[in-house]
């Protein structure tokens, strides 16, 4: 995530560079930035189910993390020696397929490494990484860019300039994590579906009616993702319109805004909520995360002042660190032969999230700059009236055993005989005592004796 930061932030000029000479308008590059953002996400939402669900099949998720990094890595520095916008949306397209590959895996590779009591605190370690990286990225890419802006690099094939240099650190960067999980990751081992099915048919049967049961519910908890997904979402894309008009924050102002927010999040993610969901459980912290969410989006339409804007954007980030892992937690563990599968699918959601946020809440913007916020709170609130119910979004059902039919049979049989051998118990004592009680007597006749 911390190349995914590095290139953000450089977007729009690189495609400023790359449209020079070429009459493409100024108008046309802000929708091209749009839309480079938008292919991006896109990516991501059409192929994290599907390198999830291959994850589940394979057995093993290790190659398809270091395959996923690889392809990033190469994908990034694609970008960097893009020489027109069309190169660029190619590259995009790759780096949004290969981090696709990335997210939900290194999840699943998680939640089959660390011990289910220690599940949360894994996952919501790995959200605080990925919070960190997108922190810390634009921090980092504005300090390479001002180096490499006083020393250009020109060569034959390629220009590293202030604006291609963040790519090409990503990309590096991506090499790195490839040659460390390649050389000291251990290998991830699920139990393939297909193998399960052809050896025991009657329990796979069984577990799939389970499943599509389970899928059902699964389906809610993407529902209530996408909802704080869109909100936070919504609410990255119009802040900088919604400061602009009411409160006139500087560029500087606007950095802080969201440095405050990445960096409660990441914190958050990995300190207090972490310890939470181990204590209670996961379903029980949605509510007041929908409900900080909600009144933190509220609380920026009434306030003008720096410091409580920061309070407020700090609420709402703390309301998206408790559902995100949260959520998490709950889908990791409700299908555990569709692991992979299914943190894709979050992540694909999230993606498409990422995708409506800005699309919807920009159009609502024009006809009134508080309509977007309103849209979004009456959302979460909605989802927090919904998860105060437990059942809503657990739907627990008690499960029969995995069991063929003549086993119950075999089991009726074994607790006959245990029963048995329980009402024999007392009579085997009573002789034993009797034994014990003649042998008791015979010592004493010898002993007058």
Not at 77 to 105: C, D, E, H, Q, W
Not at 185 to 196: D, G, M, R, Y
Not at 294 to 303: D, E, F, H, N, S
Not at 407 to 431: F, L, S, T, V
Request: proline content about 5%.
């Amino acid at each position: 995530m911390i190349g995914y930061g590095l290139s953000l932030p450089v977007l729009p000029f690189f495609l400023q560079e790359l449209a020079q000479g070429r009459s493409v308008t100024s108008t046309a590059v802000s929708l091209h930035v749009g839309s480079i953002t938008a292919v991006f996400a896109l990516m991501q939402m059409l192929f994290a189910p599907l390198w999830g669900r291959l994850s589940d099949h394979s057995g093993t998720r290790r190659p398809i993390l270091l395959l996923g990094l690889a392809g990033y890595a190469a994908s990034m520095a694609l970008a960097g020696i893009s020489k027109n916008i069309f190169m660029l949306y190619g590259a995009r397209m790759l780096n949004g397929t290969f981090s696709a590959a990335v997210l939900p895996i290194a999840s699943a590779y998680i939640v089959d490494a660390v011990p289910e009591k220690h599940r949360a605190r894994g996952l919501a370690w790995h959200g605080t990484a990925v919070g960190l990286g997108v922190v810390t990225g634009p921090a980092l890419g504005a300090f390479l860019g001002d180096l490499v802006d006083k020393h250009p690099v020109h060569l034959d094939l390629m220009d590293v300039n202030a604006f291609s240099a963040p790519f090409f650190l990503a990309s590096a960067l991506a090499f790195l994590a490839v040659f460390i999980a390649g050389f000291w990751l251990p290998a991830s081992t699920t139990v393939k579906i297909n193998e399960f099915s052809r050896s025991k048919p009657y329990q796979a049967a069984t577990a799939n009616s389970a499943i599509d049961s389970g899928s059902k519910v699964v389906v809610v908890w993407l529902l209530l993702a996408f909802t704080g997904q869109f909100a936070l979402s919504l609410f990255e894309s119009t802040f900088v319109l919604h400061a602009r008009e009411v409160m006139s924050f500087s560029i500087r102002q606007l950095g802080y805004v969201f440095m405050v927010c990445g960096f409660v999040m990441a914190v958050a993610q990995g300190t207090v909520v972490a310890g939470i969901i181990e204590r209670y459980s996961p379903e029980k912290i949605l509510p007041p995360g929908f409900l900080c969410m909600g009144g933190g989006l509220m609380a920026l339409m009434v306030t003008r002042e720096m410091n409580l804007v920061l309070v407020s954007v700090g609420v709402l980030a703390i309301g998206m660190a408790t559902i995100t892992p949260g959520i998490a937690v709950l889908i990791s563990g409700r299908e555990t032969s569709r692991i992979g599968r299914n943190l894709g699918l979050l992540t694909g959601t999230n993606s498409l999230g990422q995708i409506i946020g800005p699309l919807l809440g920009s159009m609502l913007f024009v006809y009134n700059i508080h309509l977007p916020y309103l849209l979004a709170a009456g959302a979460l609130f909605a989802a927090a009236a919904y998860c105060f119910f437990p059942y809503n979004i657990t739907h627990k059902k008690k499960l029969e055993p995995l069991l063929p039919p003549d086993a119950d049979k075999d089991n009726e049989g074994d607790q006959a005989g245990r029963d048995h051998g329980k009402k024999q118990e007392p009579h085997d004592e009573r002789i034993v005592s009797d034994k014990m009680a003649h042998q008791d007597k015979d010592a004493g006749r010898n002993q007058k004796q």
